[in-house]
Each structure stands twice: as structure tokens, then as C-alpha cells.
T-cell receptor
């Protein structure tokens, strides 16, 4: 089964600074990868998903961007952070070829606080 | 950790009792459903899932029931333990959704009383 790593675990950044969050996956190949944001007491909001290297779909217009430079690496970035970017960022992975290919598995998350 | 439990419905259950957590979904065309458990400051953990051609599916101490007539999903936890305390939320996948996208509910906070 796959293992999802996210780095860093916690981040405090000033408004206007850049951002780079990393997600790496082990134990699978050619996964679909997702970035979500979770605000306190609210449902998960899908930000980006990727079906392969260099292929990114954006769900919510914002000052964030995503990239997938390698099969098992997914990066979330921003050039200038806003206060509203604070939240809990989650990376998820879905793999075909299983009995339930719809299942998404999540990483441990990155807590971002923008001050 | 992240306070994912703020302003959520709360269910308090005595240790050893059974818990039932409910979820109403919105789209009658949804064909896949999943339950997650999320502890404070951690990522969601997969519990169990079910397709729309099933009514019931069982795992270890957990059962998911699907009632398509009233668009209702429930998670039953047998012999609830203190370690079951967390936020539980359901998600649905609409039939034909691009890249198997899921739509998530806000969750229910389960508190187990020792």
C-alpha cells in the first residue's frame, strides 16, 4: 500500500512571502494526486489534482499553483501569500488497479499560518 | 493541532456502546461513498467505503449502510473505544466525476466517555 509524505509539518510565514509545500508518495506508480485545503470546522476544498507528470487541473482560482515534476511528487506553491491562505493543507493519492480505485488516501498534512 | 472539530455536530457515546454517525448526501447520481476518521492535527484516515450497488459493507468493528431511497449514509462503530474519538466525515463521488473527484461533508465529532 502507498505511503504519503508531506513536508513541512508546520509552517509560519509572513504575508507576501513565497510558499512551497511538498508531497511525495511511496509504494505506487502513476497515481492521481490531489491538493486540498481544510479550514477549521469546514469540509475539504479541492485545490488541484494531477493525473500525471506535468498535468495539473485547478479547481479554485487563487494565488496558489501546483506542479508535478515527477510521477510521485506534487508541489503546492505561491509567489505571495495572503492571510486567507492560512489553513491545513492535505495531499491525497488515488491508484488505479485496485478493487476500489476511487479510494483516496491522505497524507499527514501541513499546517500553514500566515501572519 | 488543527481544530477541525470547531462548530461541528457532536455525538457523545459511552465507552463500550455502539456509535452511529449519519450523513445525508446530495446527489442521487453519486455512485461511491467513503468514510474518513480525522484526529486533531492529523490527516484523514480511510475507514470504509461502499459503492451504490451495495446496501451494506462491513469492516473490523465498523459497518457502513447506504439507503439510496432517502440519500442517507451511516457509519456504525461497534464497542466504541476512547481511541475512536475523532471527527468523522463522509464523501461522495458523482457518477462520471473527472479524476474520481470526491465531495466532502463537514463532519461529526465523536466523543467517547470513558
Amino acid at each position: 500500500s502507498q505511503t504519503i509524505h508531506q513536508w513541512p509539518a508546520t509552517l509560519v510565514q509572513p504575508v507576501g512571502s513565497p510558499l512551497s509545500l511538498e508531497c511525495t508518495v511511496e509504494g505506487t506508480s502513476n497515481p492521481n494526486l490531489y491538493w486540498y485545503r481544510q479550514a477549521a470546522g469546514r469540509g475539504l476544498q479541492l485545490l488541484f489534482y494531477s493525473v500525471g507528470i506535468g498535468q495539473i487541473s485547478s479547481e479554485v482560482p487563487q494565488n496558489l499553483s501546483a506542479s508535478r515534476p515527477q510521477d510521485r511528487q506534487f508541489i503546492l506553491s505561491s509567489k505571495k501569500l495572503l492571510l486567507s491562505d492560512s489553513g491545513f493543507y492535505l495531499c491525497a493519492c488515488r491508484t488505479s488497479g485496485t478493487s476500489f480505485p476511487e479510494t483516496q488516501y491522505f497524507g499527514p498534512g501541513t499546517r500553514l499560518l500566515v501572519l | 493541532g488543527e481544530s477541525v472539530g470547531l462548530h461541528l455536530p457532536t455525538l457523545s457515546v459511552q465507552e463500550g456502546d455502539n456509535s452511529i454517525i449519519n450523513c445525508a448526501y446530495s446527489n442521487s447520481a453519486s455512485d461511491y461513498f467513503i468514510w474518513y476518521k480525522q484526529e486533531s492535527g492529523k490527516g484523514p484516515q480511510f475507514i470504509i467505503d461502499i459503492r451504490s450497488n451495495m446496501d451494506k459493507r462491513q469492516g473490523q468493528r465498523v459497518t457502513v449502510l447506504l439507503n439510496k431511497t432517502v440519500k442517507h449514509l451511516s457509519l456504525q462503530i461497534a464497542a466504541t473505544q476512547p481511541g475512536d474519538s475523532a471527527v468523522y466525515f463522509c464523501a461522495e463521488k458523482k457518477s462520471g466525476a473527472g479524476s474520481y473527484q470526491l465531495t466532502f461533508g463537514k463532519g461529526t465529532k465523536l466523543s467517547v466517555i470513558p
